[in-house]
């Protein structure tokens, strides 16, 4: 069935380093794919987004470039800061019998100082 | 300011009880959905709403129900046929369907604690 895997968390960085955080699907047809940040005790909200094969989606330092022939949208920013400390989640949208979106399970993210 | 409100923040059930969780939004969208999420998995699909006066199960509905008579309204009932309520819940909505790209705006979740 369709489906997102992310890597498993947490992960922790020093404020400065490169971080990729991998996401990878498994989907019937052609997806949109999404990045939701969530920090603590809050809903998620839009990272960045890509609707085609080969699209980059940035926001905000991150990006990420949907991969059709692996099947990934990783997430990458060259030097994260201590702000960027949330759970990360990899989505899919697309059309079944219903308008569906499939969450990845998360990763958390801390940055220290 | 536009957005999606939840309330409460926090809510506590006890056994064989029933309770509402609000979700109010003015950003005039047609859809609306509700999310359980559950520490170290990814969000849920509970029931959804395409239009006013209609809804549909998700993946997780046993022990839920929703109404939609207002377009703004979207409020989940816990049931106490719902063994394992506790989690955070996250109602979100989007212009008019995901089907068209759009992305998910979220309200900042209803914490639900069985006492």
């Known amino acids: 069935g369709d489906s997102v895997t992310q890597m498993e968390g947490p992960v922790t960085l020093s404020e400065e380093a490169f971080l990729t955080i991998n996401c990878t699907y498994t989907a019937t047809g052609y997806p949109s794919l999404f990045w939701y940040v969530q920090y603590p005790g809050e809903g998620l909200q839009l990272l960045l987004k890509a609707t085609k094969a080969d699209d980059k989606g940035s926001n905000k330092g991150f990006e990420a470039t949907y991969r059709k022939e692996t099947t990934s949208f990783h997430l990458e920013k060259g030097s994260v800061q201590v702000s960027d400390s949330a759970v990360y989640f990899c989505?899919?949208?697309?059309?079944?019998?219903?308008?569906?979106?499939?969450f990845g399970p998360g990763t958390s993210l801390s940055v220290i100082p | 300011d536009g957005g999606i409100t939840q309330s409460p923040k926090y809510l506590f059930r006890k056994e064989g009880q029933n309770v509402t969780l609000s979700c109010e939004q003015n950003?005039?969208?047609?859809?609306m959905y509700w999310y359980r999420q559950d520490p170290g998995q990814g969000l849920r699909l509970i029931y959804y709403s395409q239009i006013v006066n209609d809804f549909q199960k998700g993946d997780i509905a046993e022990g839920y129900s929703v109404s939609r008579e207002k377009k703004e309204s979207f409020p989940l009932t816990v049931t106490s046929a719902q063994k394992n309520p506790t989690a955070f819940y996250l109602c979100?909505?989007?212009?008019?369907?995901?089907?068209?790209?759009?992305?998910?705006?979220f309200g900042s979740g209803t914490q639900l604690s069985v006492l």
């Open positions: 979100a909505s989007s212009p008019h369907g995901v089907a068209t790209n759009e992305k998910l705006f």
């Open positions: 950003l005039n969208h047609d859809a």
């Open positions: 989505a899919l949208s697309l059309k079944t019998s219903y308008d569906k979106v499939i």
